[in-house]
């Protein structure tokens, strides 16, 4: 049976979406093609605020982070990580190869200024990944407050993950100054997974063109000589660009303002629908994420259960992640649902908590 799907990624997607998807295919090589890629590029550019390039990926977000560090790390790495996802780049980096250091903070609290100032400040490195919301948590980190910080150690590639936070929040690239700004459209964009929208830096192409052991699939300078084409290096996957082409119509149809703060009103209702309940949010305050909600289970209610009767109803819930898995559980808000449809999940819940109950 299917379900609606309110869990942190795959997202719901829409059946215009998967019409746009069901397209006669093109070659990728053409003229036509290229119209496409350039028509989206040029979109997603001014959705992240920045000239720069921005590339399309066949792959999930990892592939990308695996290419940013096999891109631009040349020296050492730190890792900066605050849940499950950040704690994998860092495994990440290893796996290719890279001196790289973790710099780690409880689950629930959000990465620093000051933790990225005093672990960059040693003179170590020449590159850093950080995730702007940690989907495991919920938690989501000062992201412009930490652009500042970057702003001290130009010689520091800035890498970071927005896979939960793109096209939910506002990202002013050019501000941020960012040099590696990656996102999976299966979150916030309202796809299906299988597709990377990342957004590079002319500094680090320049890095990149002087790192060796870059690889094929990702190498930067591949993608930046086949942008020059309106094109990608290898193979796209053509209905997934046929559906971001699709969701970027409706997003600028709806307004990027509008859109952020649908999401904004979104995130305060679950906010304030689980502390009524009883519930505590598990994020630090100040922190919490506006495209999913991670609250800490209060010990009385059994998450699998839950789970479970959700199911039968059609409905897929989540019950937490890795560590804290039955500890929280975490509610998504994004993409293209609106408050209509968090007031039917949580109609539904009111319904099934009391038969969770321990």
Request: include cysteine.
């Amino acid at each position: 049976m299917a379900k609606k799907l309110y869990v942190p990624g795959p997202v719901e997607v829409r059946p215009d979406v998967l019409a746009a998807m069901a397209k006669p295919m093109i070659g990728h090589r053409t003229k036509e093609y290229a119209g496409l890629h350039e028509r989206v590029v040029s979109r997603l550019k001014t959705l992240l605020g920045t000239g720069e390039r921005v590339f399309l990926s066949t792959s999930s977000a990892f592939g990308v982070m695996e290419g940013a560090v096999r891109n631009l790390v040349q020296k050492r790495c730190v890792n900066f990580a605050n849940g499950a996802f950040a704690r994998k780049w860092h495994d990440v980096t290893l796996r290719c190869g890279k001196e790289a250091d973790l710099v780690a903070v409880d689950w629930g609290r959000p990465v620093t200024p000051d933790m990225v100032d005093k672990a960059l400040s040693s003179g170590k490195y020449d590159a850093m990944t950080l995730i702007h919301n940690e989907t495991s948590t919920g938690v989501m980190s000062p992201l412009a407050e930490i652009a500042a910080v970057m702003r001290r150690y130009p010689e520091v590639s800035f890498i970071v993950d927005t896979v939960s936070s793109m096209s939910a929040v506002p990202l002013d690239l050019a501000s941020l100054g960012t040099d590696v700004c990656l996102a999976g459209v299966q979150k916030a964009f309202g796809l299906p997974p299988g597709l990377a929208v990342f957004a590079v830096s002319d500094k680090a192409l320049e890095k990149a063109a002087k790192t060796p052991g870059r690889g094929y699939y990702f190498d930067f300078l591949e993608f930046a000589a086949m942008d020059e084409k309106h094109n990608t290096p290898s193979t796209p996957c053509l209905s997934q660009i046929f559906a971001l082409d699709h969701q970027l119509d409706k997003m600028f149809a709806e307004g990027l303002e509008n859109r952020y703060q649908r999401h904004l009103r979104m995130a305060r209702a679950t906010r304030q629908w689980v502390l009524e309940r009883g519930f505590t949010l598990f994020p630090e305050p100040g922190y919490c994420s506006v495209t999913l909600t991670c609250a800490r289970n209060d010990g009385r209610t059994d998450l699998e259960l839950l789970k479970k009767l959700a199911a039968e109803k059609g409905y897929a819930i989540d019950n937490g992640y890795g560590k804290i898995k039955n500890e929280t559980f975490r509610i998504a808000h994004m993409g293209d649902y609106t408050m209509e449809d968090m007031e039917e999940l949580f109609h539904l819940l009111e319904g099934l908590l009391p038969q969770a109950r321990k």
